[in-house]
């Protein structure tokens, strides 16, 4: 499952994929869910209906609309997948890859949202990831008004509000993308002596010489 803000797929999304479409106009965020059956008469649809019938019931969910083929899954799934894309031709962006308990989500978008807002006002936050394991891409755009590459001067004040919020609520500041070379001092200021120590060793048992990626992870 799949999870994104409709923010990112109406200004910037609509100028650089135009013709996207907007299913669910009105609404603040989507959770795209694709579930799939070989068996030629699986009674899938009337499955996925009754589902998010039982889901709009108990009030999980506002709204909900069902692709009825596979060009309507594509076009769906395109608002999920051109969100990097569009936010690339917008300019350069501040990125964070975080993971959280799913049950910390709200929690932490509300704060982290009203604490960004308060440090940067008019700043865009594009969020979409993979609701499943928790994993969140969750992006600064500059305001409309500010050129992308100076709002980019931001970034550690950014980073410092959105890692501490991760780490205040369980998650890790680094999910599938990595540690890398940009993210070695948080790595430090987020993880104790023991675990540094603990990723260190795995990492001289299984790479002695240091050949595999040398540099980009410890």
Known sequence: MEIFSRRVSSKPHQRHHPGSPDPLPGHSWYALLQADDTAPDAPLAAAMENLLAGASEDGQLDDAVVAQSHDQAARLWALRENISEAQRREGPNIKHDISLPISAIPPFMRECARALGEEFPGARL????????????????????????????????????????????????????????????????????????MMRAVKRALDPLGLMNPGKVL
């Open 126 to 197: 594009v969020v979409f990831g993979h609701l499943g394991d928790g994993n969140l891409h969750y992006n600064l755009s500059a305001p409309e008004a500010v050129d992308a590459r100076d709002f980019m001067d931001n970034a550690p004040r950014a980073n410092r509000i959105v890692h501490d919020r991760v780490a205040q609520h369980g998650g890790s500041f680094s999910a599938e993308h990595g540690v890398g070379q940009l993210k070695r001092d948080e790595l430090v200021r987020y993880k104790s002596p023991v675990e540094v120590r």
